[in-house]
T-cell receptor, first 114, second 115 residues
Framework: AQSVTQPDIHITVSEGASLELRCNYS??????LFWYVQSPGQGLQLLLK??????LVQGIKGFEAEFKRSQSSFNLRKPSVHWSDAAEYFC????????????FGQGTRLTINP | DADVTQTPRNRITKTGKRIMLECSQT?????MYWYRQDPGLGLRLIYY???????NKGEISDGYSVSRQAQAKFSLSLESAIPNQTALYFC??????????????FGPGTRLTVL
């Protein structure tokens, strides 16, 4: 069955430091992969998505993610975090069962130290 | 104005009560979804609808029902609320794309507490 694992429940980094959030998926077919961000009290906003082509995907707010098929991973990165990046981040895989459905990981909560 | 709105934003109710959560969208999308979010579990799909005549169960539909009153409106009902339905509920919409890569747009969420 399809699944998404985000191994890190909570990560703390200093402002200005680099960031990498891990995501591993299990899906038998070509994956369609997404990263969403949830700011406190807000809904989810799409950061970026991968469905074909270049395995390095650029998103909004300076984020990027790299699809590695051999590792079944889609890790999210940012070279230098800002205090406003504090949020919860969700990785998801889009599956086709008649239409698109998303299977989400458990989420990673990011805290930024000043 | 927000593209996807949910009402109420917060609700406290008692065990056994019937409650309805409403979702409206101005994006003109055919597909609509209801998810619940629990700490440590991410978001899980409750129901989804491809259009007003098509409604499908998600992975955790037991104890819930839905109604698609129009293209723009999709309501979630708890016929007899129980405490383990305490969660954050999200509505989402998407375009009927040709692949699984179409983006889902989420509402701000409804925080439901069942006492």
């Amino acid at each position: 069955a399809q699944s998404v694992t985000q191994p890190d429940i909570h990560i703390t980094v200093s402002e200005g430091a680099s960031l990498e959030l891990r995501c591993n998926y299990s899906y038998g077919a070509t994956p369609y992969l997404f990263w969403y961000v949830q700011s406190p009290g807000q809904g989810l906003q799409l950061l970026l998505k991968y469905f074909s082509g270049d395995t390095l995907v650029q998103g909004i707010k300076g984020f990027e993610a790299e699809f590695k098929r051999s590792q079944s991973s889609f890790n999210l990165r940012k070279p230098s975090v800002h205090w406003s990046d504090a949020a919860e981040y969700f990785c998801a895989v889009g599956i086709i069962q008649g239409a698109q459905k998303l299977v989400f990981g458990q989420g990673t909560r990011l805290t930024i130290n000043p | 104005d927000a593209d996807v709105t949910q009402t109420p934003r917060n609700r406290i109710t008692k065990t056994g009560k019937r409650i309805m959560l409403e979702c409206s969208q101005t994006k003109g999308h055919d597909r609509m979804y209801w998810y619940r979010q629990d700490p440590g579990l991410g978001l899980r799909l409750i129901y989804y609808s491809f259009d007003v005549k098509d409604i499908n169960k998600g992975e955790i539909s037991d104890g819930y029902s839905v109604s698609r009153q129009a293209q723009a409106k999709f309501s979630l009902s708890l016929e007899s609320a129980i405490p383990n339905q305490t969660a954050l509920y999200f509505c989402a919409t998407s375009d009927p794309g040709t692949s699984a890569a179409d983006t889902q747009y989420f509402g701000p969420g409804t925080r439901l507490t069942v006492l």
